[in-house]
């Protein structure tokens, strides 16, 4: 994930102009001029390029309306598919439109569409489980093998201008919420998700690894949750310095390099106690890499919950087996989301989380590969990044 700058929260990167990317041909891409397009896609390819495109548009089938994507954010996966063209059994085997986090208009209503109506504003749930097996039947769609992921091959995703989506997994939202905070109703439902296992209290204390977006948001989420002391840690200042200013009531920790996995988590457990019961009693892990899962390991109370949030490698080989055993420390893991975009509406909408200023950078759909290399640049200070479409577009 890019690192965060305590000063980037202010958005003054409108057009993506003051950046010094031009186009995106700084890194070897060729210019491309969309001005034509009616369509402009964000497009990965095999052999790790991106490129400006412009997509064919279709009819809505039944049951789909055709979108204007408004709002889409650049999340870690899709860096991840970019950089190595896969996430973990995922592969990217052909041309794919890239996104997920997004928020757009209904332009069109295909056949039996009865719950929506052009011109309404939603939110983009972005997966279209099969409904069919057992794991539907239940309601964990999420961990359905089926899946249409959008922006997972070959399902193209939302960094587009038109898209066809299934009515059903769509949301209205509010006329208060912006296109930019209806596509934050993604990462947000990701921690929804989370959270709900990962065993966070009121006045009981949690820990959060990371503070990239997705660790950002858990921390804000576990605040509103009511969880205290709270610490967050990162291996970057500029990060743990965001962070708090984003939730000024936590405390941070930088990780030393120094240090091994369960040294870390001795330095961590001293900001919350001396004693076992002061230790937190949820952790949720945000990054994903092996040696923070370990330190999280360590850092949880005996008894408590890791919630491991972060998407890594395939197999990890160094976690404490026995300590989490002999602790009975229930490790945890989650995948996507179900059922969280109307919490996440009422919760952004309800004040009871503020999740704007995470968006330190916003590009046009135009400069969709400009938005990508700034994101894929550590040293910007970029926390979420937003190409959005302020085409008053027509069919």
Known sequence: ????????????HTNGHTNGHTNGHTNGHAEVDASGFKNPSLQVTEDHRIKLVDAPIKEPG??????QVKCSGICGSDMHLWKSGRIGSL?????????????GLVLKCGEGVTTLKPGDRVGIEPQEPCE?????????????????????????????????HPAKWLYKIPDELSYSEGALLEPLSVILHGINGANVKLGRPALVCGAGPIGLVALAAARASGAHPLVITDIDPKRLAFAKEFVPRCQTYRINSKLNAEQNAKEIRKLYGEDEY???ASVMECTGVESSVCTAAFAVRRGGTL??????????????????????IELRFINRYRDTWPAAIQCLSGGVLDLKKLVTHTFPLEKAVEAFELNADAGNGSIKVHIVDETDAVL
């Open 278 to 280: 002061s230790a937190p």
């Open 307 to 328: 919630m491991v949030i972060g998407v890594g490698k395939p197999v990890m080989n160094n976690i404490p087996f026995m300590h989490l055993s002999l602790a009975e």
């Open 62 to 67: 039944p049951g789909e309306v055709t979108l």
């Open 91 to 103: 592969e990217v085997k052909g041309d794919c439109v890239l996104g997920h986090e997004a928020a």
């Open 132 to 164: 069919q097996c057992f794991l539907c039947m239940e309601g964990r769609y999420n961990l359905c093998e089926q899946v249409k992921f959008s922006g997972i091959w070959p399902d193209n995703g939302s960094i587009q201008r038109f898209k066809n």
């Open 1 to 12: 994930m890019p690192s965060a700058d305590a000063s980037g929260h202010t958005n003054g």
